[in-house]
Every structure is written in C-alpha cells, then in structure tokens.
C-alpha cells in the first residue's frame, strides 16, 4: 500500500508554502520564473508549455492563475533492471511525488516584478546501481539519491525579481541548489542516468555544486541583452544540506562558499530559426579540501571549469524544441582534490520525427568519466598493503550521506543510453530506456552492464 499519509503531508505543507502568493501560468522551467519568461523559454525550445492529466480541474486551476496562483503536482517513477554484467542481476524501483507552488506576487499583491517560489517531494525506492553494479560514482536511475528515501523534502524555497529594459535583470535568494542555474538545460532529464540529470557528473558529484533537491542559502544575478547572457551566484558550502527533510536551515557545519559564474550565447540560425545555447562557466568553493594522494597537503580552495551547447540541427515543427537538437559537453576539475578529473558527453534528442506523434522524442547520450590520476594511484597503493581502498568521497563533517564503496581501481566509465519518451496521454509520458555502462564503477574488475529501464512521469 502507498505511504498515502507521506502524500497528504505534503499536499498541507504546500498549502502552507503557497498561501502567502502563488505565481505563473507557465511551469517554472529551470532557469526562468515567471510567466512571461516561460513563454519565452518555451518558444525558443528550452522547456515545454505543461499540461495536466486532469486538465483544468474544472475550472479550479485558470481560476487560481487568474488569481496569481499556480500549483502543481507530479509523479515520477523510475524502473531499471541489470539484465547481463555488474555483480549479480536484479530489479531497482525508485520514486518520487512532487508538489511545486509558483506565486506571482505582482499579480497577487501588487509587488511589480516579484515572485516566490516552493517545492516539496517525497522520495523512495533503491538504487539498481548501488545493489547490482557496486557503482557509487553513477546510476541508472537519477531520480534515486539525494534525499535517500525520504517522507517529506524541501526541495526549494526562494524569492526571485525580474526587471526588462535595455538590460535584463533576473535575482533570485533564498534555499536554492546551484545545479538549478548552472550548467544545466532542461534537455538533460530526458535521460535516465545521473550521468546527464540534472547535471553532467562531473559537476553534480562535486558536494560543493548541489544539485536538486539538495538545497543551501544562496542567491544568484543574472543578467541578459539580447542572444548574451551572463550570471553569477554565491551559495553556502554545507555537506548536510537541509537535512534528509531539508528545513535544517543552520550554518553547522558550513565548509565554505562556492561561486559559480556562466555565459551564455543563445543565436538562432537561418529562416528556421534553429535555436543553440553554448554555455562556459566556472565554479570557485573555498572550503578546505585534503589531497587524494595519500599524505597529501591540504588545499585551500578549488575550481571547476565547464562547456557545454545544445543546437538545433532540424526544424520539424513550430515549437521551440520540435526538431533534432545536438548537445554536448566537457567539465574539467582540479585532479588532485575532485574524483572525476574530465568528464565529457555527447548526444541527440529528435522531437517530432514521427509525423503521427508529434511530442514523441527519441533520445541518445554517451557520456565518459575520467578518475582522477592522484585517486587511481592512491587506491593502487591501498591495493597493494590490503588495505580498504579510497574513494574520494571524504566524509564530511555533518554531512548524512553514507560512506560510498569502490568496487576496485577505478580509472574511467563509458554509459551509452537510448530511449524513446512516448506521449501516451495530457500530462503522461512513458519513457523505456536502455543503457550499456563499460566499466561500472569506473572498475575494470567490474563486468560490463546491460540495463532495460522505464520511465514514468504524470503532471496531474
């Protein structure tokens, strides 16, 4: 029997969240808040208009957006099975239910330009990763993680302004990640593997660069000119997060601050208006970090450097993302502090390829980590005295994620993934997925894998 009572917690916590104002008409995409920015992010191909399985809910729903007020809510389900490779076979379930309040403030109580926004989710299952490939580095299902298994989460909560003119002018502060603003699109969680979504793993397995729903005090400026854009952030360095609930808001425990910096270009080409985005960024953490190799000194800081594009190759049909898009990317980090020292990708998502599915899309990624040389010799080292080899995830003070294995030496990882998203109803998408990881762990010890995976998702 479901955990209804985790459920209906969550719908009154939300209620509680959203009842001081409620926001657009648009889902909130990643990176643009209100309801004029989602439109826009919608018609040049970086989200989606919403639908809802339950359409309107009589009326109820256009009457609260009149009203400034936006709920939503959503199930996401993730399946995968090891069907060859990796230590043993097996089946991994993991899900999670979403309740998300987007309140436009202007249109609420008059505050022009101003918006607040909320998320609360629940979150259960096990990793078929962590059970059957020894892989603590990557999965197969992103949705699992994070929060662990978890009845009620606060994912964010944050005030946003946005001001037009000559210069667009976008802050936002409060409990955010700063996967939600940098190096992200909303093109990488079409795919099941944590490789992509929500962030490439490069950046995402780096404690300092949290990602949703694991959220610390921070804030971030962005501004934009016409296809430029340029942002800025600073966020608390806190390994605990909020606590497996996510409303420990203290500053225990807190290692440092990151700050991350983006630029992007977004051209459109030709009479199809073939949209791209191509991002480079870097990410600055202060917190102390101990060396790999083993007696290493301590550093003071560290950065992290990234690119990545998406580009529409093939227009198909009218909407910002119907066409065959080409998207990769490459992130580098200090190789004496970070696991992965590279970690780069490459992949295509065709939307509309199929005259009668209009919003199917097919979806290829491959993606490939590098280990770093100082963790690679320091577990050879360990390898040789019989001792328990390192994995690079020190644990830190505070922090209430478990200790992660190495199934061996670790060196690299390879992941191809394939999938189809199906449109099967409004609001209902169904996704199969296969994955091939070479090397799972990034151990040569390790046999490679063959995953058969599912999606899926349910916006009511």
């Known amino acids: 029997m479901r955990r209804w009572w985790s ?69 996401l389900s993730e399946t995968a099975g ?25 249109t ?25 490939l020894g892989d603590d580095l990557d999965a197969v299902q992103e949705i699992y993680g994070a929060t662990g298994n978890a009845n009620i989460h606060l994912g964010q909560l944050y005030l946003q302004h946005m001001s037009g003119g000559p210069i667009g002018v976008d802050v936002k502060f409060g409990r955010l990640p ?48 016409g296809h430029l ?12 997060y909020g606590g497996p609930s996510g409303f420990d808001w203290g500053l225990s425990n807190t290692t440092g601050y990151v700050v991350p910096v983006e630029a992007v270009w977004s051209p459109s080409f030709g009479p199809g208006k073939l949209q791209g985005h191509y991002k480079l960024g870097l990410t600055y953490d202060s917190s102390d970090r101990p060396d790999l190799t083993p007696g290493g000194t301590l550093h003071s800081h560290s950065v992290s450097y990234y690119a990545s594009f998406d580009q529409m190759l093939i227009r198909i049909g009218k909407g910002g993302a119907d066409g065959v898009m080409l998207l990769g990317g490459w992130t580098h980090a200090d190789p004496d502090t970070a696991i992965f020292r590279d970690y780069g990708f490459i992949g295509l ?25 100082s963790l690679t010799d320091a577990q050879r080292v360990a390898l040789v005295e019989g001792m ?51 090397h799972p762990g990034a151990a040569t010890s390790v046999p490679n894998a063959t995953i058969f995976a599912g999606r899926a998702e349910i916006d009511f």
């Open 7 to 75: 459920t209906a917690a969550i719908a009154a916590a939300t209620i509680l969240v959203a009842r001081p104002a409620f926001a657009q008409s648009q889902a909130q995409p990643t990176s643009d808040a209100t309801a004029k920015a989602g439109e826009t992010a919608a018609a040049s191909g970086d989200a989606s208009p919403a639908e809802h399985l339950f359409g309107d809910w009589g009326g109820v729903r256009t009457r609260l957006v009149d009203a400034g007020i936006d709920l939503m809510a959503s199930y």
């Open 82 to 106: 090891v069907a060859s490779g990796g230590l043993r076979r097996g089946v991994a379930y993991a899900d999670q239910e979403k309740l998300q309040a987007d309140i436009d403030l202007e």
């Open 108 to 132: 609420l109580v008059n505050l022009k330009g101003w918006s607040v926004h909320g998320t609360l989710l629940s979150r259960h299952g096990y990793s078929a990763s962590s059970s059957f």
């Open 178 to 225: 700063v996967g939600a603003d940098f190096n992200t699109s909303p093109l990488y969680c079409g795919f099941l593997s944590l490789g992509m979504c929500p962030q490439p793993r490069g950046q995402s397995i780096d404690g300092s660069f949290s990602v949703d729903p694991s959220s610390t005090w921070g804030g971030r400026l962005k501004l934009g000119e």
């Open 229 to 240: 854009s340029i942002a800025a952030g600073a966020y608390q360095v806190r390994p605990r």
């Open 349 to 373: 998502v065709a939307r509309g390829i199929v005259p009668s599915r209009p919003a199917d899309a097919l979806q290829l990624l491959a993606t490939h980590g590098w280990i770093s040389h």
């Open 388 to 438: 328990t080899l390192p994995t690079g995830f020190a644990p830190a003070p505070g922090s209430f994620a478990g200790p992660a294995t190495a199934p061996g030496v670790q060196t690299a990882t390879t992941v191809y993934e394939a999938n189809y998203a199906m449109h099967v109803a409004r609001g209902l998408i169904l996704t199969p997925d296969f994955q091939y990881v070479v």
